[in-house]
Nanobody
């Protein structure tokens, strides 16, 4: 059974940093393309970034230079380091495998 469990969300001030994690199980994580996506309150789902097994990464334009995705294949875990956060980054962040498998999400709130 595929399982994706996000953690690490919370409240952070504008300009601050936060790292969220995704613990994966039930599929060959080390050879799988993984994604992060987010949904802000009242807005549609937004793709954040993609991580390939060979280390290649891709980012949405608004996150490039501020967000960094990484993975530890030995731990079956993917990370998202978010810097220079602003209130528009407030959202539920989801770990995604393929098209059908999503975690439960972790909430990130950027506010004073």
């Amino acid at each position: 059974e595929v399982q994706l469990v996000e953690s690490g969300g919370g409240l952070v001030q504008p300009g601050g940093s936060l790292s969220v994690s995704c613990a994966a199980s039930g599929f060959p994580f080390s050879s799988s393309v993984m994604n992060w996506a987010r949904r802000a309150p009242g807005k549609s789902l937004e793709w954040v970034c993609e991580s390939w097994p060979d280390g290649t990464t891709y980012y949405a334009h608004s996150m490039k230079g501020r967000f960094t995705v990484s993975r530890d294949n030995a731990k079956n875990t993917m990370y998202l380091q978010m810097n220079a956060l602003n209130p528009e980054d407030t959202a539920d962040y989801y770990c995604v495998y393929g098209l059908d498998y999503w975690g439960q999400g972790t909430q990130v709130t950027v506010s004073e």
